[in-house]
């Protein structure tokens, strides 16, 4: 079972957007916020870690994640920008600026390319460390809502059940060939496109770290597991289920599950729900293999350290419950949980 657990201290101020570790390192995690700050913790320097700095910005950051190695980061903001920060500097670049909000912000580092999802419809391709490359602009048929990458491909959940597989070599390769001005229109056409597995709107998106596929989930306390193969024999092995219910009072109550997370080592994933829930579930044997006892507030954010020992976990009102959530302060932490060695291997794995 789990040997530990603890709580940073100095928590962000509002909703919690995003959590990331570092590439190379288990400890350092960045955390973002609609506080409008981006944090870099050492979570392990002192008891309740250390915050090591705050970077401000001028709205809401949406997600963040970190670049080439453990001193880059990307921000995705609500002020419609892409910005790079340098974690030893301070210093923040703006690499590009879509027409409305921007929801994800992923780095390949096999690939070097940075990629950015907004809600005006596209997607940004960025080769950050090419100091004359105009971004690409790729047209999406709806608006992103979740967005994850795997060694080899990009999946872009979106509106009306839409998701769409890129190629992470095509992208890189069209975006280092195209030139134009901005828009620097790139017209690709994705790997695969698919009608979500969820009825209902999906609210996040996490690619297997073998590379062989990706889970999603729901809003209606469901997740999907699905495979990049599109043989007919692969496909027939994609599922849903349900998740993150609780019974009250008779009545079956549905949360949304707004976070997945794979294990780096095991395989196995972990999702988080406004039932202030995680469960740690084994993909292939289709099981739950744990689930942990109840956060204060909403699961907001998951992610597993580079070595799958530790799990951060962000939470903070989900506004699930309508408007006794809009007071958030002292609602908002982060938890860091210490793994045992066999706590995220799957029911069938040695």
């Known amino acids: 079972m789990s040997t530990a657990q603890f709580e940073l201290s100095d928590p962000p101020t509002d909703v919690v957007s995003a959590v990331k570790f570092a590439p190379g390192s288990s400890t350092r995690l960045l955390v973002s916020s609609w506080d409008k700050c981006v944090y870099l913790y050492d979570t392990h320097e002192k008891e309740g870690g250390r915050l090591i700095r705050k970077f401000e910005d001028r709205a ?86 979740s967005m994850s990458l795997s060694a080899t491909k990009l999946v872009v959940a979106m509106a009306a059940r839409t998701n769409y597989i890129y190629e992470l070599k095509a992208l890189a390769l069209f975006a280092s060939q195209a030139s134009q001005p901005p828009p620097n229109l790139l017209e690709i056409e994705p790997f695969q496109k698919r ?47 349900k998740c993150h219910r609780q019974a009250q009072d008779g009545v079956d109550v549905v949360y949304p599950v707004h976070a997945l997370a794979f294990h780096p080592v095991h395989g196995t994933f972990a999702s988080g ?48 419950n309508g408007m006794e959530d809009l007071e958030v302060e002292g609602r908002v932490g982060i938890f860091v949980k210490e793994l045992g060695e066999t706590e995220a291997k799957g029911k069938g794995q040695k």
């Not at 597995?197 to 996490?206: D, I, Q």
């Not at 289709?286 to 907001?300: E, G, M």
């Open 60 to 145: 809401p950051v949406l997600d963040v994640c970190f670049g080439k190695d453990n001193n880059e980061a990307f921000t995705a903001g609500l002020d419609w920008e892409v910005k790079r920060i340098d974690l030893e500097t301070g210093a923040q670049t703006t690499l590009s600026t879509h027409e409305k909000g921007v929801k994800s912000v992923a780095y390949s580092a096999e690939h070097q390319i940075l990629i950015s999802a907004s809600w005006d419809e596209t997607l940004h391709i960025h080769l950050p460390h090419k100091a004359d490359h105009v971004p690409n602009t790729v047209p999406l048929p709806a608006k992103p809502f």
């Open 195 to 241: 009608e979500s597995s969820l009825k209902f709107m999906t609210r996040a998106v996490a690619c297997m770290p073998n590379d062989a596929g990706y889970a999603s989930s729901s809003i209606e306390g469901r997740c999907a597991v699905e495979w990049f193969d599109p043989s007919s024999t692969s496909q027939a092995r994609k599922y849903a289920f």
């Open 273 to 320: 729900g406004g039932d202030g829930v995680v469960a740690l579930w084994d993909a292939v044997a289709k099981r739950r293999i744990r689930q942990y006892q109840k956060y204060p507030t909403s699961i907001a954010a998951l992610a597993f350290s580079n070595n799958g020992k530790y799990l951060a976990i962000g939470v903070s009102p989900g506004f699930e």
